[in-house]
């Protein structure tokens, strides 16, 4: 399998994790299971204006953070490139602005000559999408600690790290829901960066610890999916990735709760109780470890099975799109773009784009 469909299969797959979970994010299992029968709803709803499965924030930003890859790696080639966690927060300030006007109002804006978006739309990929400029149940974490980084630029504060510059206490999965392109980037030897550089671009947004390292553990399963030379199954990648994170952030507060918990899901995916009952052993979601926890057990109990993955990992009471999307985008890699069945492709909003930037992202790395 190559690089393009490895990297296909993860935006695809998480957007089709999201579109799914999307119907039923604020819905408690009562309601799920008597709406949509006792096994919870297991085909995409499918909007009546546009005819397609809705996505959310989720897809938008894991987009956004894919264009922040592609520009920076154009501009690491002249050599004027920053570190790409400065890409990533003018690409998310970039969402920002989809979120505050329509797409009308921004294309008649000359953006970049207003103080209040300082270098305008970097993210050219993907600036032409109308769809993008709807608010699909925004994080308000994200939307307030992104209306502060823009402050920080608009008054030339320098930022080397964006996890020191601590802005909010948050460790909310908006932290960890986009962050799997940061995982799709060229082979390197210091796997450590990848690790560190995902942290940072989570703690753009969330400056809890638990937020941003388990950012860094998605962003290494899915690196270490992409460059699997040793022939690891999935259960042995998720656990030396959590294992070197670990290594990495080894002084950071709160590391073995992340530990413990990506544990526990490893454990639970090998056991005879029901999803649900594993699924409630490990939360609902709302916040990055238990969304992570809940989409990596769902990847490893159905690694042969992208469909009942995705179902599993939307039909509970917490945030069903976004650990459906981590789910997807960690099986979806695992998988590859061509074995996720089309019924998740063909009905899917603005597929067209997600792939079209998946294979500019696949350039830059293969």
């Not at 504060?157 to 962050?179: A, F, L, P, Q, T």
């Not at 980037?185 to 940072?200: Q, S």
Request: a negative charge; charged letters at 25%.
């Amino acid at each position: 399998m190559n690089i393009k469909d490895r990297v296909r299969g993860s935006l695809i797959g998480g957007a089709a994790g999201d579109a799914l979970g999307y119907i039923i994010e604020f819905s408690r299992e009562s309601t799920i299971f008597r709406q949509y029968g006792e096994k919870g709803v297991r085909r995409y709803r499918i909007s009546p204006n546009s005819h397609k499965a809705i996505i959310s924030d989720d897809t938008q930003m894991t987009l956004f953070t894919a264009a922040a890859m592609i520009v920076y790696d154009e501009l690491k080639k002249t050599g004027l490139s920053a570190p790409l966690r400065d890409y990533a927060n003018i690409a998310y300030q970039d969402w920002l602005i989809t979120q505050e006007m329509t797409y009308e109002e921004a294309s008649t804006k000359v953006i970049k000559d207003s103080p209040d978006y300082p270098d305008g739309f970097i993210s050219v990929v993907i600036k032409d999408v109308p769809e993008l400029f709807q608010r699909r149940a925004p994080g308000l974490t994200c939307l307030n600690a992104l209306q502060t980084r823009r402050e920080q630029r608009i008054n030339h504060e320098h930022i080397d790290s964006y996890i020191k510059s601590k802005i909010n206490n948050s460790k909310g999965c908006g932290s960890v829901m986009r962050i799997a392109p940061l995982g799709m980037i060229k082979k390197r030897d210091d796997i450590a960066a990848v690790a560190i550089e995902a942290a940072e671009c989570a703690a753009i947004t969330h400056c809890h610890p638990l937020g941003y390292l388990s950012s860094a553990v998605l962003a290494e399963i899915i690196y270490r999916i992409l460059y699997n030379d040793d022939q690891l199954t999935l259960k042995e990648i998720v656990e030396k990735s959590m294992g070197h994170v670990a290594e990495v952030f080894r002084d950071e507060k709160h590391l073995d709760e992340l530990v413990n918990i990506i544990d526990k899901a490893v454990k639970l995916s090998e056991n005879d109780d029901t999803d649900l009952n594993n699924i409630h052993q490990l939360g609902e979601g709302w916040i990055a470890e238990e969304a992570l926890a809940i989409a990596i057990y769902c990847a490893l109990k159905y690694q042969d099975d992208f469909s009942e993955c995705i179902i599993t990992a939307v039909n509970h009471n917490g945030d069903s799109d976004s650990t459906g999307a981590i789910a997807g985008n960690i099986l979806g890699a695992y998988i590859g773009y061509d074995a996720i069945d089309n019924k998740w492709k063909e009905e899917l909003e603005i597929a067209h784009v997600i792939t079209d930037v998946a294979d500019l992202l696949a350039d830059t790395i293969e």
